[in-house]
């Protein structure tokens, strides 16, 4: 997802990208939209998932400015649109759902380090910063070790 928001040129200067990522946070989550959308992708990778007798977990790792979306809905606001920080996550969780595939969220961990002043972001660019990416990174083994601690005693 990161990847693709940065295709298409969001995120080399955060503060001025707010406009770009107006589309993102859309608060449209019917199922004739980006949520019927993400679940036939979803399908898509279950199926591959399963042919290669694999387990689909889906983990949201939400952007920086997400943790402080005063800026973007301001903008936004002056555009005369409503913007949802929480539109994409709960698209995702809706989808998963719909579909019975596992999902994390990690923005605890993101509203977390930014409560404690952290940055979150490199500098100039919105990929996460060392701490933040050690803290996702740490929350998520956590979470896949005791799922696959009671997916083990499930087949014994």
Same mark, same amino acid.
């Given at each position: ?63 920086? @400015?997400? =943790?402080?979306? !005063?800026?973007? #809905? ?10 949802? /920080? &929480? +539109? ?24 977390? @380090?930014? =409560?404690?002043? !952290?940055?979150? #972001? ?10 933040? /990416? &050690? +803290? ?21």
């Amino acid at each position: 997802m990161r990847d693709a928001i940065r295709n298409l040129g969001i995120g080399a200067k955060p503060k001025g990208d707010a406009p770009l990522a107006f589309g993102l946070y859309h608060p449209d989550g019917s199922d004739s939209g980006p949520q019927a959308r993400f679940r036939a992708l979803l399908r898509k990778l279950e199926q591959f998932a399963h042919d290669h007798q694999a387990q689909l977990k889906v983990v949201y790792l939400p952007l920086t @400015l997400e =943790a402080d979306f !005063d800026y973007v #809905r301001t903008s936004a606001k002056a555009s005369g649109l409503d913007l949802d /920080s &929480k +539109a994409p996550s709960r698209i995702c969780a809706a989808a998963c759902e719909g579909l019975g595939i596992s999902d994390y969220d990690l923005h605890p961990v993101l509203e977390e @380090l930014h =409560a404690r002043g !952290d940055p979150l #972001r490199l500098k100039g660019d919105f990929h996460y910063d060392r701490v933040l /990416s &050690k +803290a996702c990174g740490t929350r998520l083994y956590e979470v896949l070790k005791d799922s696959n601690l009671s997916l083990m005693s499930q087949t014994r």
